[in-house]
């Protein structure tokens, strides 16, 4: 895999190769400063993702267990529920139905037991899946993404480069965050056609995706994904290898996807403030966590040569 590929100009790249100690002095006060620079940042992040991109071992795995849970199983059940008639399963499974929440009660559509069933599990029972997708594959990539880089010997490289370390912290974030945020964007148009072809003429005509799907999809779960990453992307920092990030990041995420889970499907069950609440509590975690977590990328950590590395 190539370098990442920092942009700058003639000058500072002269001044660079005869003044090695201003080159690192400037990017330090640069850090300090706080000034960013955001070319910088979306060519660390296309490099990452042009890497991911002719990577196949990475996204075609990733690509099979999106379309495996927002494609797959959906079919299979949705189909199953609505094709084979008003039968006892389907009237037994529409009798639980009765086990929910008031509010999501009042939700169901459809007058027949195979509509109501299938609406209840296309609006309820999936919903988790549009987070546990995103987190796991987001995890995959920004696990690697730091640690990564000093396996491949191109740590050095962006330690030396003008960017700063905030600039470089930005560039993996966002290019850990775009595959898993786009697989869910592709998926859940994918499945929004699915629900509505399979359920739609049972309850009279396409509802899907719901307002709380709007809202779970835009306004919950990024915060959530951010907060995953930052914790991610500060073990892939301080780790020695890229199996050792890999387990890491598994032990931190596992519990973060339980609690978007059960936070997703509040946000459907609740009320219509819920899941506002839920998602601005989520993204002032996420930006303070995120704040916290810039501080991992340091040079001497691209280099592997910082304590506790």
């Not at 189909?79 to 009237?91: D, F, K, P, Y």
């Not at 880089?149 to 965050?177: C, D, M, N, Q, V």
Request: proline share 5%; charged share 15%.
């Amino acid at each position: 895999m190539t370098a990442t590929q920092i942009p700058q100009n003639s000058d500072s790249v002269e001044t660079e190769r005869s003044h090695p100690s201003k080159r690192r002095k400037g990017s330090a006060d640069q850090v300090e400063t706080g000034r960013i620079d955001w070319a910088r940042v979306m060519t660390v992040a296309r490099t990452d993702l042009k890497q991911l991109i002719q990577a196949k071992d990475f996204w075609v795995p990733m690509s099979l267990l999106g379309a495996f849970f927002f494609v797959i199983i959906p079919a299979i059940l949705l189909l199953t529920i609505t094709s084979i008639g008003n039968v006892e399963t389907v009237a037994r499974v529409s009798e639980t139905l009765e086990v929910l929440p008031e509010s999501a009660k009042s939700q169901i559509r459809g007058d027949s037991p195979e509509g109501q069933t299938g609406y209840a599990l296309a609006v309820f029972l999936f919903a988790p899946v549009a987070v546990i997708v995103p987190l796991t594959i987001s995890t995959a990539v920004g696990a690697a993404t730091i640690v990564g880089e000093r396996e491949r010997g191109t740590g050095e490289f962006l330690a030396h480069s003008p960017a700063g370390a905030r600039e470089i912290y930005l560039g993996k974030l966002i290019a850990s965050l775009v595959p898993g945020y786009f697989t869910t964007i592709v998926g859940f148009g994918a499945y929004s056609l699915i629900v509505n072809l399979t359920v739609g003429p049972e309850v009279g005509g396409w509802f899907f995706p719901t307002a709380q799907w709007w809202v779970m999809i835009l306004w919950v779960l990024p915060p959530f994904l951010a907060i995953c990453l930052s914790l991610v992307l500060r073990l892939s920092a301080r780790v020695r290898s890229t199996a050792a990030a890999q387990q890491a990041s598994g032990l931190v995420s596992l519990p973060l996807i339980m609690i978007a889970y059960s936070q997703s499907t509040g946000v459907l069950f609740g009320a219509d403030w819920v899941p506002f609440v839920l998602g601005g509590i989520a993204w002032l975690i996420a930006i303070f966590s995120l704040s916290r977590g810039v501080r991992s990328v340091t040079r001497s950590r691209l280099l592997g040569v910082a304590a506790g590395i």
